[in-house]
């Protein structure tokens, strides 16, 4: 079969009888036993499953095999969260809600997909499939090179600081988080609950919109004619330093296919309070994690990675007044992002990451253009469109008004059934 179909394509084909519930699923054993070896995207598979419930066969995801992010709580798979092995569990007693969800909409397991310890900042094995040498992103490095190396259509991951669009920007593909909140994080360890956001990875727009629509059961999500009337305002967060080449091309290449599209470019000034909330999603992020963790901090401080303890150690040092401080500027900004959005644009357009994925694997890159966005909460879709000098992906990001996640993929998706050449 033809594993880059979307997934609608494959609904069809099970339809009409050209293709077998498990078809996808033994496709993708295929592909992991080629590449695995050099890509490193797995933590844990799952063995092949019996006969398929016939009673799901109108669900949009049946038979679409799926990696889960390895902080993510299943009952018939281990979690080790990053660890390496000293933190680990055979199983747990019941899945995390996303796991039933997506089972209920007809969705294979195929695995959990390698995240660097406890979704942070220590790397795991895992390579970029674009070029072995360099880190795939994090921390939802597996998810992302999984879905990027054709091992599965869909993966899962979660965003705390920058980790669902950086890795999809380094690996070339759609990654999308939704709204805080969307989807329940019930059954994920958390990190800084005021901030993770589960998120998904496909290879094609269609895919994540068909996804969005089974978990939230929105209406199915269609392109427009056109981006006629659509506002496009440009801004990264923070707007210094100046950004990198490659990345200023990709927005330039992005702006330009919005605007053939029909988009309308708006002169987009966001004013010193919006550069704030990059240090704001640090002091929120560093004192959570020290409460999350502390359990885990207080028993395997000595074989934790020294970047994790740096922060449970920097979040136990902040008072609970700059915690709070933090917190109270998210929720202003947030009402004034709204009215921004309300009054002068529909989406904005900004960096995913600083550049191509570096070379190594010991760092996953800096989540700096996506702290600002993650703490106000708002819906972020990476778009795969350009590739630096070197010819490694290089992504932009489409963001939108909170819970207007069904109109930013409906233009992400208008967007992309447009053949406008590069």
């Known amino acids: 079969m033809n594993q880059d179909m979307t997934i609608d394509a494959y609904q069809a084909a099970l339809a009409e009888d050209r293709a077998k519930p498990l078809d996808w699923w033994h496709a993708c054993i295929l592909h992991i036993d080629q590449r695995e070896a050099e890509v490193q995207a797995w933590e844990a598979l799952a063995e092949a499953p019996g006969a398929l419930d016939e009673r799901l066969a109108e ?114 593909v759609f990654g999308f988080k939704p709204t805080f909140d969307t989807v329940s994080a019930a059954g994920v360890k958390s990190f800084a609950p005021s901030l993770d956001t589960l998120g998904w990875f496909a290879r094609h727009i269609e895919d994540i919109c068909t996804t969005y629509s089974a978990l939230t059961r929105a209406a199915h999500i269609t392109p427009l004619e056109s981006l006629a009337g659509v506002r496009v305002g440009v801004h990264s967060l923070p707007s210094e330093p100046p950004l990198g080449a490659d990345v200023e091309r990709a927005l330039v290449h992005a702006l330009a296919r919005l605007e053939q599209a029909g988009a309308v470019l708006v002169p987009l000034v966001l004013d010193a309070r919006y550069e704030a909330l990059v240090e704001h999603q640090k002091v929120v992020m560093a004192y959570e994690a020290a409460q999350t963790l502390a359990s885990e901090y207080a028993r395997f401080a000595k074989q934790m990675g020294p970047k994790l303890v740096e922060l449970i150690e920097e979040g136990r040092a902040l008072s609970h007044a700059r915690y709070l401080e933090a917190r109270r500027a998210a929720d202003a900004m947030q009402q004034a992002l709204s009215g921004v959005f309300d009054e002068q644009v529909d989406v904005i357009l900004a960096a995913s990451a600083l550049g191509v994925a570096p070379e190594g694997i010991e760092a996953t890159g800096d989540p700096i253009y996506c702290r600002a966005w993650t703490l106000l909460g708002v819906p972020c879709l990476n778009l795969p469109l350009s590739h630096g000098t070197d010819g490694m992906p290089v992504g932009v990001q489409l963001v939108a008004n909170r819970w207007q996640d069904a109109r930013l993929l409906q233009i992400a998706r208008t967007l992309m059934s447009r053949e406008v050449s590069a």
């Not at 209920?104 to 959990?112: T, W």
């Not at 094995?125 to 990027?148: E, F, I, Q």
């Open 59 to 172: 669900r949009p995801l049946y038979g679409v095999p799926v990696g889960l992010k390895d902080i993510i709580e299943t009952v018939d798979l281990p979690t080790r969260w990053g660890t390496r092995g000293y933190l680990h569990s055979d199983g747990a007693l019941v899945d995390a809600a996303l796991v039933t969800l997506l089972k209920e909409q007809g969705a294979l397991i195929r695995g959990k997909t390698v995240s660097t310890e406890f979704a942070y900042f220590t790397s795991g094995k895992t390579r970029n499939p674009h070029d072995l040498t360099r880190t795939p992103g994090g921390s939802s490095s597996g998810s992302a090179a999984a879905v990027a190396d054709g091992m599965v259509p869909l993966a899962f991951g979660t965003q705390t600081a920058g980790s669902m669009i950086r890795p999809a920007s380094f690996c070339g």
